[in-house]
């Protein structure tokens, strides 16, 4: 989802739940998409990753969906767990060096 | 070190002074970034240094940006002549290859600066 300012988009899900979130990129030459973690007053923390000659791919208990038709992208997290409270973003390469992030998704995990 | 290690973790300045902040990569990790934070936002691309290559500076935001790595080590992100607007946490991450190769960037936990 894209950010405005300190206002996240915010997904509230309850523990045990599947949790999706989405993301839109911008660029049709991406080839390279990345999901990672931010917890809290730490850096972000790779998740999984996912090329453009694929359209899924899946982690423990992890799932990324790519459709490059439409240019979006979605992290499924299954049986969603209070540890997994955290701001999630996504972040696309297209070729170089660079990594081009989203502007984050708040996950909160209701006990 | 077993992670990315950044200092300071935190930084009160005033409008007008210069600030250093480093980073201590992960041993034999070739690629070394810097991204800013400003709150509540994503991470915005500065610089990239690979190995001995010459680096990409070109996320940095103005001249007043620069950044130094010796070798495959330390990299140090100086701001000179701080605004307001330079309030941010500025995030180091290194990998042992770099992008496209892999998008898994070990990252540190930032140094928060605040200028006031």
């Known amino acids: 989802g894209e950010s405005v300012g300190l206002h996240l988009p915010t997904l509230s899900v309850q523990e045990g739940d599947n949790s999706i979130i989405n993301c839109a990129y911008s660029?049709?030459?991406?080839?390279?998409f990345i999901w990672y973690k931010q917890e809290s007053g730490k850096g972000p923390q790779f998740i999984i990753d996912?090329?453009?000659?694929?359209d899924k791919r899946q982690g423990q208990r992890v799932t990324v969906l790519l459709n490059k038709t439409v240019k979006h992208l979605s992290l499924q997290i299954a049986a969603t767990q209070p540890g997994d409270s955290a701001v999630y973003f996504c972040?696309?390469?297209?070729?170089?060096?660079?990594?081009?992030f989203g502007g984050g998704t708040r996950l909160m995990v209701k006990p | 070190g077993a992670g990315v290690s950044q200092s300071p973790s935190n930084k009160v300045t005033e409008k007008g002074k210069d600030v250093e902040l480093r980073c201590d990569p992960i041993?034999?990790?070739?690629?070394l970034y810097w991204y800013r934070q400003r709150l509540g936002q994503g991470l915005e691309f500065l610089i990239y240094?690979?190995?001995?290559?010459?680096?990409?500076k070109s996320g940095l935001p103005s001249d007043r940006f620069s950044a130094e790595r010796t070798g495959e080590s330390v990299s140090t992100l100086t701001i000179q002549r701080t605004q307001q607007e330079d309030s941010a946490v500025y995030l180091c991450?290194?990998?042992?290859?770099?992008?496209?190769?892999?998008?898994?960037?070990?990252f540190g936990e930032g140094s928060r600066l605040t200028v006031l």
């Open positions: 991450a290194s990998s042992y290859n770099p992008l496209p190769n892999t998008g898994e960037l070990f």
């Open positions: 660029n049709s030459a991406s080839d390279y």
């Open positions: 996912i090329r453009s000659n694929m």
């Open positions: 972040a696309e390469n297209r070729a170089g060096n660079m990594l081009t």
């Open positions: 041993s034999g990790h070739t690629a």
């Open positions: 240094f690979q190995g001995n290559s010459a680096p990409d």
